[in-house]
């Protein structure tokens, strides 16, 4: 059984940063991509940025410039530096990974982590 655990969300002022983690755990034979999205009430969960592992990357045009998404391979672990943060960023945020365990590949989510951009 994979699982994917959230961790960094919170409050902070706009202009402010934060960073979140996303650590994969279970019996993962291989991770394809793992990535970020948001999802506002009443909208569409949407792609916030994502990343291959090979370090190819992915960002939504309303982040590009001020979030930045790494990852670490050996832990399966994918981080997201958010910079510059707006009160538009505010909601929660998804991590996703895609990945191979024994016997197919599919996609997985966090629980979800809340951001809050506000004065």
């Known amino acids: 059984q994979v699982q994917l655990v959230e961790s960094g969300g919170g409050l902070v002022q706009p202009g402010g940063s934060l960073r979140l983690s996303c650590a994969a755990s279970?019996?993962?034979?291989?991770?394809?991509?793992m990535g970020w999205y948001r999802q506002a009430p009443g909208k569409q969960r949407e792609l916030v940025a994502r990343?291959?592992?090979?370090?190819?990357?992915k960002y939504a045009d309303s982040v590009k410039g001020r979030f930045t998404i790494s990852k670490d391979n050996a832990n399966n672990t994918v981080y997201l530096q958010m910079n510059s943060l707006k009160p538009e960023d505010t909601t929660v945020y998804y991590c996703?990974?895609?990945?191979?365990?024994?016997?197919?590949?599919?996609?997985?989510w966090g629980q979800g982590t809340q951001i809050t951009v506000s004065s």
């Open positions: 279970g019996n993962i034979l291989s991770m394809l991509l």
């Open positions: 990343i291959t592992t090979v370090g190819s990357t």
């Open positions: 996703n990974a895609v990945l191979t365990t024994p016997g197919e590949t599919d996609d997985y």
